[in-house]
């Protein structure tokens, strides 16, 4: 029996494109919010990091004694971040600060955003004036600052790291002081009270053996110290010659934003510019007291995770990446290279894996691996010139092609030093540790898609017309990583 396989009927899926390295060179968490203006276009990155190599900036308030935080008096008089920013414009708003216990009896709770009354949806949470937010133009704007910085070396996140950093240094003379002592006060912790793994020790980091998160998680670290490192070489520039930069204008730092707003992968409210103010307006009731949520964007709970501290079990937009290249030394790689192209695939593709989407991805695989297992001369050419791109299949060849599926999905689960049901059981005990809580959750969520989506390629095996038929030879099959 023969069967047929077309290209053109997958969807063309781009490799991702890696987010920029922001080094946070400042001894305190930040978190960078994007706004939405309708002056700036829909774009939308939340990033929170926490710089782990030393740049040190006094400040004399806020101590570690031995490993416990101690607050001095000095601190205590100078009330907290809501009251200032009233002291400084931020008009009446429908949302408190309260406290959350830190999972470390060593460091003070941190704070989050409540609704200080019943809220319904569409209601405004808050409204903070732009002289409240902390912007690049600001940055940019400081001549001692401007001197430090090159837009050829620096990202734009790092200028506003930068900028506390200076700020912190200044202690009481800075006006964002007290937005530097809340930001001290989160110690790189999201919502969950949990750090971004980026500050996680090796033994923590243990915890993801066999999710590609980790290797991810490594590589973004090393990213951050490139760029600290390149505090050294920075170029000196008046600040005149910064004023002639054009602008992303994309980020932002907003006081009452994230880290003490939640994030929820479905919530639909944002942050967005509204005239000379950034406003939340909720998407959702909540009764008093209710922490408020806000986007986190299109992530995946690799990138929650590595951005925020924290997954979502019910996040539509999770997702394990395959990828899978034409083999270089095959004969016929160029020409397969070219009907690829000719089809929007590259000659190393990468597919998303959606959570409950599984055999939607692996139908998307298989047209391009099919590609990848034709070696007869005259079938290539069939190929090449018809006007549908159709490899013509045999029964063996699709039973190898899906072999190595399975074979790939099978190495993958086996990478993981715990079962899904172990996982599972972990999950239960209340007193597991923080970090190895959320993840292990991760890692249950990426054994959970790939046993989908190697059931996916079980029953495809089994509805093969005679299932004992022998896979064919491949000496060129397409690489899976």
């Given at each position: 029996m023969e069967a047929s396989c077309s290209l053109r009927s997958s969807k063309f899926i781009s490799p991702p494109i890696r987010p920029p390295h922001h080094p946070l060179s400042i001894a305190s968490t930040i978190s960078i919010s994007v706004i939405r203006d309708p002056n700036f276009g829909s774009s939308?990155?939340?990033?929170?990091?926490?710089?782990?190599?030393?740049?040190?900036?006094?400040?004399?308030?806020?101590?570690?004694?031995?490993?416990?935080?101690?607050?001095?008096?000095?601190?205590?008089?100078?009330?907290?971040?809501?009251?200032?920013?009233?002291?400084?414009?931020?008009?009446?708003?429908k949302v408190i600060l309260k406290e959350k216990p830190?999972?470390?009896?060593?460091?003070?709770?941190?704070?989050?955003?409540?609704?200080?009354?019943?809220?319904?949806?569409?209601?405004?949470?808050?409204?903070?004036?732009?002289?409240?937010?902390?912007?690049?133009?600001?940055?940019?704007?400081n001549e001692t600052i401007a001197e430090l910085l090159t837009t050829n070396k620096l990202s734009e996140l790092a200028c506003l790291?930068?900028?506390?950093?200076?700020?912190?240094?200044?202690?009481?003379?800075?006006?964002?002081?007290?937005?530097?002592?809340?930001?001290?006060?989160?110690?790189?912790?999201?919502?969950?009270?949990?750090?971004?793994?980026?500050?996680?020790?090796e033994t923590e980091l243990a915890y993801l053996t066999g999710s590609p998160t980790k290797a991810e998680i490594l590589e973004r670290a090393e990213g951050i110290k490139r760029e600290y490192n390149e505090l050294d070489t920075v170029w000196f520039m008046a600040g005149s010659l910064f004023q002639k930069v054009s602008l992303a204008r994309?980020?932002?730092?907003?006081?009452?934003?994230?880290?003490?707003?939640?994030?929820?992968?479905?919530?639909?409210?944002?942050?967005?510019?509204?005239?000379?103010?950034?406003?939340?307006?909720v998407d959702r009731p909540y009764k008093a007291g209710e922490s408020i949520v806000v986007w986190c964007?299109?992530?995946?709970?690799?990138?929650?995770?590595?951005?925020?501290?924290?997954v979502d079990e019910d996040n539509p937009y999770d997702r394990l990446v395959v990828e899978a290249a034409l083999n270089t030394e095959d004969p016929q790689y160029q020409d397969k290279r070219m009907v690829a192209q000719r089809n929007g695939k590259l000659s190393v593709q990468v597919f998303h894996v959606h959570a409950g989407r599984e055999k939607e991805a692996i139908s998307d695989m298989l047209p391009y691996l099919r590609l990848g297992y034709v070696s007869d001369t005259s079938e290539m050419q069939s190929v090449i010139s018809s006007l549908g791109p159709i490899c013509p299949v045999s029964p063996c060849m699709e039973r190898a092609v899906l072999d190595q599926l399975a074979d790939y999905f099978k190495a993958r689960l086996a990478g993981y030093p715990a079962t899904l049901s172990e996982d599972e059981a972990m999950?239960?005990?209340?007193?597991?540790?923080?970090?190895?809580?959320?993840?292990?959750?991760?890692?249950?969520?990426?054994?959970?898609?790939?046993?989908?989506?190697?059931?996916?390629?079980?029953?495809?095996?089994?509805?093969?017309?005679?299932?004992?038929?022998?896979p064919c030879p491949a000496p060129y099959a397409p690489l899976l990583n």
């Amino acid at each position: 029996m023969e069967a047929s396989c077309s290209l053109r009927s997958s969807k063309f899926i781009s490799p991702p494109i890696r987010p920029p390295h922001h080094p946070l060179s400042i001894a305190s968490t930040i978190s960078i919010s994007v706004i939405r203006d309708p002056n700036f276009g829909s774009s939308l990155r939340l990033v929170r990091r926490k710089n782990r190599f030393s740049i040190r900036v006094s400040s004399s308030d806020t101590l570690v004694a031995g490993s416990r935080e101690v607050v001095s008096k000095k601190e205590e008089d100078l009330g907290d971040l809501k009251s200032w920013m009233h002291k400084n414009g931020l008009p009446p708003c429908k949302v408190i600060l309260k406290e959350k216990p830190s999972h470390n009896e060593k460091h003070r709770p941190i704070h989050y955003v409540a609704a200080s009354e019943d809220l319904q949806a569409g209601d405004a949470a808050f409204s903070v004036p732009n002289s409240l937010v902390v912007t690049l133009e600001r940055v940019l704007g400081n001549e001692t600052i401007a001197e430090l910085l090159t837009t050829n070396k620096l990202s734009e996140l790092a200028c506003l790291a930068l900028y506390l950093m200076y700020e912190k240094k200044q202690g009481k003379k800075s006006f964002w002081l007290p937005y530097i002592r809340e930001l001290d006060r989160q110690r790189g912790r999201g919502q969950l009270a949990v750090e971004s793994p980026l500050l996680w020790s090796e033994t923590e980091l243990a915890y993801l053996t066999g999710s590609p998160t980790k290797a991810e998680i490594l590589e973004r670290a090393e990213g951050i110290k490139r760029e600290y490192n390149e505090l050294d070489t920075v170029w000196f520039m008046a600040g005149s010659l910064f004023q002639k930069v054009s602008l992303a204008r994309r980020f932002a730092l907003v006081p009452l934003g994230p880290p003490l707003l939640a994030y929820s992968s479905k919530c639909k409210a944002m942050l967005a510019a509204v005239d000379d103010a950034v406003q939340l307006v909720v998407d959702r009731p909540y009764k008093a007291g209710e922490s408020i949520v806000v986007w986190c964007g299109p992530q995946p709970n690799s990138k929650l995770l590595i951005n925020y501290g924290f997954v979502d079990e019910d996040n539509p937009y999770d997702r394990l990446v395959v990828e899978a290249a034409l083999n270089t030394e095959d004969p016929q790689y160029q020409d397969k290279r070219m009907v690829a192209q000719r089809n929007g695939k590259l000659s190393v593709q990468v597919f998303h894996v959606h959570a409950g989407r599984e055999k939607e991805a692996i139908s998307d695989m298989l047209p391009y691996l099919r590609l990848g297992y034709v070696s007869d001369t005259s079938e290539m050419q069939s190929v090449i010139s018809s006007l549908g791109p159709i490899c013509p299949v045999s029964p063996c060849m699709e039973r190898a092609v899906l072999d190595q599926l399975a074979d790939y999905f099978k190495a993958r689960l086996a990478g993981y030093p715990a079962t899904l049901s172990e996982d599972e059981a972990m999950l239960t005990d209340y007193n597991l540790h923080p970090k190895k809580r959320v993840a292990t959750q991760l890692v249950r969520m990426e054994k959970k898609m790939l046993n989908a989506c190697l059931q996916v390629t079980a029953d495809m095996i089994m509805l093969l017309p005679d299932v004992t038929v022998s896979p064919c030879p491949a000496p060129y099959a397409p690489l899976l990583n």
